[in-house]
C-alpha cells in the first residue's frame, strides 16, 4: 500500500473513530438513564460516582460545586447529563453538526476530569486519551466522511445559502 492510498483511506480512519466514539457515548448515556435505579436513585451510577469524586476532590471549587450546587439540584443535572451524552452520541454517530459534537465532547470530558481526576483507580490519561480525539474531530470536520455533515456541507455551501448569516454559522458547525 503506497502513501496516497493511506493519506486517502485517512478521513475513513477518522470517520470510524468518530462512530465508534458516538457508540460509546450512547452506551454511557443508557448506563445514565432517567430509568435505571442504583441504590434508591435515578441515572444510574451517576449519584454514587458523585459522591466517589467529592470525597476524593482535586480541586476543591468544584467538590463544592458538586456538593452544593450539584446534589440538590440531581434530577436536573441528570437529565442534562443524559441528554447531552446522546446528543453527543448521535451528533458523532451519525457524523451530525460533528464540529459542535467534537467540542461539546472535548468540554464534557474536560469537565468530568474536573471531578473524577483524582478518585481512586482512575488513570489520569485516560483524560486527554478521551478529549484530544473530540478535538480531533471537530478540526477534521469527520463527519464530512461518512456522515449527514457531508451532505449539509453540499447544501449549506450553495451562494444563495452562504449570504446568510444563520448559513455561515451551521457551515462552520458542519
Request: no cysteine.
Amino acid at each position: 500500500m503506497g502513501l496516497g492510498s493511506t493519506r486517502n483511506s485517512l478521513p475513513i480512519s477518522v470517520a470510524l473513530f468518530r462512530i465508534m466514539f458516538g457508540i460509546l457515548w450512547l452506551d454511557m448515556a443508557l448506563q445514565k438513564a432517567p430509568w435505571k435505579i442504583q441504590n434508591g436513585q435515578r441515572f444510574g451510577w451517576l449519584h454514587g460516582f458523585i459522591w466517589t469524586e467529592i470525597k476524593n476532590p482535586t480541586f476543591e471549587f468544584y467538590k463544592n460545586f458538586l456538593h452544593d450546587v450539584v446534589l440538590p439540584n440531581f434530577n436536573t443535572f441528570g437529565y442534562i447529563t443524559f441528554l447531552t451524552e446522546i446528543f453527543l452520541g448521535i451528533s458523532l454517530l451519525l457524523g451530525f453538526f460533528t464540529v459542535l459534537g467534537g467540542i461539546g465532547g472535548a468540554l464534557f470530558q474536560f469537565n468530568i476530569m474536573l471531578g473524577a481526576y483524582s478518585v481512586p483507580h482512575e488513570w489520569y490519561w485516560v483524560w486527554p486519551l478521551l478529549i484530544v480525539p473530540h478535538l480531533v474531530f471537530a478540526h477534521s470536520r469527520a463527519g464530512r466522511t461518512l456522515g449527514i455533515d457531508r451532505l449539509l456541507s453540499h447544501q449549506l455551501s450553495r451562494p444563495e445559502k452562504r449570504r446568510s448569516g444563520l448559513g455561515k454559522l451551521l457551515l462552520r458547525l458542519v
